[in-house]
T-cell receptor, first 110, second 112 residues
Framework: GENVEQHPSTLSVQEGDSAVIKCTYS??????FPWYKQELGKGPQLIID?????GEKKDQRIAVTLNKTAKHFSLHITETQPEDSAVYFC?????????FGKGTHLIIQP | EAGVTQSPTHLIKTRGQQATLRCSPI?????VYWYQQALGLGLQFLLW???????NRGNFPPRFSGRQFPNYSSELNVNALELEDSALYLC???????????FGPGTRLTVL
């Protein structure tokens, strides 16, 4: 089955700086890679996703890149703001289900 | 449009009891997924239901079971509760055959 590794587990950045979270996956059949943001006491919220036929996708301050050859994908957040503080999860898979990374706690320092 | 809803928000049980958690998917979604989120362990896949049938099951003992009703809502049952079952249980839904899952707010289960 699929195995998704995520790092770092904790990331602290200064407000206004960029944050990068990286994930690797093992199953070459995986073709869908979403990212979720989970705030304290809430369920995970989908923030961006990418499919295997695309190398990069952007949505305002958030971008995701995918390298299928190396089996890794990354989340990039630019101009970080206090409301970006949360736990971020990557996942890999497809219509048959998703496997999640263990999460990254992103801390935005004022 | 209403999102995925779960009830109850919190549930406190004692060891050996049974717990029942409920989930209503987004309107039009036929697939329901259940995950366990224990502290520090990320999201662990439990069960996947689609069109009333169990499609896949994660690496959990048989005392974790569930069902999906004709209106696509779902129920997760945990029998013979153990202390380590304490966790946030998340439900997600998707359109049939789609890969994108949308999560509810979760049910916090505490086993004393």
């Amino acid at each position: 089955g699929e195995n998704v590794e995520q790092h770092p587990s904790t990331l602290s950045v200064q407000e206004g700086d960029s944050a990068v979270i990286k994930c690797t996956y093992s199953d070459s059949a995986s073709n869908y890679f979403p990212w979720y943001k989970q705030e304290l006491g809430k369920g995970p919220q989908l923030i961006i996703d990418i499919r295997s036929n695309v190398g990069e996708k952007k949505d305002q301050r958030i971008a995701v890149t995918l390298n299928k050859t190396a089996k890794h994908f990354s989340l990039h957040i630019t101009e970080t703001q206090p409301e970006d503080s949360a736990v971020y999860f990557c996942a890999g898979g497809g219509a048959d289900g998703l496997t999640f990374g263990k999460g990254t706690h992103l801390i935005i320092q004022p | 449009e209403a999102g995925v809803t779960q009830s109850p928000t919190h549930l406190i049980k004692t060891r050996g009891q049974q717990a029942t958690l409920r989930c209503s998917p987004i309107s039009g979604h036929t697939s329901v997924y259940w995950y366990q989120q224990a502290l520090g362990l990320g999201l662990q896949f439990l069960l996947w239901y689609d069109e009333g049938e169990e499609r896949n099951r994660g690496n959990f003992p048989p005392r974790f079971s569930g069902r999906q009703f004709p209106n696509y809502s779902s129920e997760l049952n945990v029998n013979a509760l153990e202390l380590e079952d304490s966790a946030l249980y998340l439900c997600a839904s998707s359109v049939e055959g789609a890969d994108t899952q949308y999560f509810g707010p979760g049910t916090r289960l505490t086993v004393l």
